[in-house]
């Protein structure tokens, strides 16, 4: 059986654990400036941009077509990349749309949203399991159940509040169509009563 198999040499051992060290450290500078948004919760944009970097980081030690200067300017450059990205979210909207997808309404006023379900891929069932789990009985307790962009719920129990503001830019149902917040308060204060103060889950959804 070759040697190779099991050893090709010191060198090759070197450049490994070189090639490690050197993207370990550059790894940690890079969650240092990226701070506690490293460790927020990961949206579809995050998740895929981690399991690239995840990739190059895991192959550019034991790659030896690359160079370990080439490893570590292509996760510069991913890193660049994704904070010149985040930057230009939140200064347009238009921008912050293109890469994250919008939270989702699936249900309104205490009813749930046949044509919203289908569209998003999911079941009753995952949206009930969403309200038990924010600590609510039925499912006419809740003014909007919204699966956000990083596929946690947010459960916002009814209430008699006026303002809606912390729904602007959703799709709100109505009869009608969609329309905006204000236009629903007086309904949101025929309909039902109950604390003001929303409640989230930690049940993953379906983001397929």
Do not use: C
Request: no cysteine; proline share 3%.
């Amino acid at each position: 059986m070759p040697t190779s198999i099991f050893f090709n040499g010191w060198g090759s051992v070197i450049r490994v654990v070189v090639g490690a060290v050197v993207i370990y450290i550059i790894i940690v500078l890079a969650l240092r400036v990226a701070g506690e948004k490293a460790l927020a919760k990961m949206s579809g944009f995050d998740l895929i941009v981690t399991v690239a970097l995840g990739s190059l980081v895991a192959s550019i030690p034991v790659t030896t077509s690359i160079s370990i200067a080439d490893g570590v300017a292509v996760i510069v450059v991913y890193l660049v990349l994704q904070e010149v990205t985040r930057y230009l979210q939140a200064r347009s909207t238009r921008v912050h749309h293109i890469v994250r997808e919008r939270p989702r309404i699936v249900v309104w006023d205490g009813r749930l949203l046949s044509d919203r379900l289908r569209e998003n891929s999911l079941t009753d069932d995952e949206v009930r399991a969403a309200i038990r789990q924010a600590g609510l009985i039925s499912v006419s307790q809740v003014q909007a159940a919204i699966l956000e962009n990083d596929g946690q719920w947010s459960i916002i129990q009814r209430s008699n509040a006026q303002d809606h503001s912390a729904l602007e830019g959703l799709r709100i149902p109505s009869g009608d169509g969609a329309v905006a917040p204000e236009q629903h308060a007086a309904s949101g204060d025929a309909s039902g009563s109950g604390a003001a103060t929303p409640s989230h889950s930690h049940h993953q959804g379906n983001l397929t």
